[in-house]
């Protein structure tokens, strides 16, 4: 099973770079985490943070602290306007003695906001996720969190960015994201249901492909029919298909795993539509 990549993996070739990264880390970790302007006082810019937003050009600086304010608080920059609160604006508007603009004046755009989210990372210690890093986060999901959570996607999503944040790496876009952890509950169910179906009898098993095949007797037999008819049910509900409300008892006559002693392994996953 694939164990996750330390930072040390990606900066070994330079033993250098990689003593420097570690610092850096380390104390950018330390900012987000501790003293003024931590978890309970987002908005508040500490004395380190200050001087490096009034060095930036003064038409600049604005978007700069809410880019830095708002990272040091999440692990990640805004994914639009609307994720930052119009009072996180006008108290940075405030720290830093510039007017409070309208209508998105402040958030930066182009290579000027790439430059200075570059600059961010480093200040944290931190960098962007690689091809790499999302098959990690993927195995990480499937094994760690996808059995807890019932199927959800938002919680998911959730876990993986507190995740990154962990590792020090600012998450994929969020698209990406997403399909990093759609893939992750699907990679397990198909695990779960792999393990089921391992451990029914050959009886068993030759019971449920034959719902699986066509009826060939046509409508002729209407009793037939009705057992036909009950053959998605059943393997919806063996699957784990939420949207299947059919009872138990279609599964008359298909057995149960060999080993009684694990009711848990019948229950069915939710899945996402």
Known sequence: MPQFWSQAHHLDRNPRAGW??????????????????GADDPWTLAPGDHALVMSKHRTNRLGFAILLTFFRERGRFPRD????????????????DVPTPVDGE???TGRTAERLRGEIRIRFGFREATVADAEMLTTWLRDHVAGEIGGEIEPMIERLEA???ELAIEPPTADRVERIARTALRAHEERFHAAVYERLSPTTRERLDALLRPNKAGDDNADHEDAAGSAPAVLLKLRGNRRSAQPRQHAGGLGRPADRNHPSDWRPCRTQG
């Open 106 to 108: 402040a958030f930066l």
């Open 81 to 96: 306007e609307a994720e930052v609160e119009a009072q996180r604006i006008a108290a940075l508007s405030k720290q830093i």
């Open 20 to 37: 420097l990264a570690w610092v850096n880390r380390d104390a950018g970790l330390d900012r987000m985490t501790n003293g003024v302007g």
């Open 163 to 165: 995740k990154c944040r």
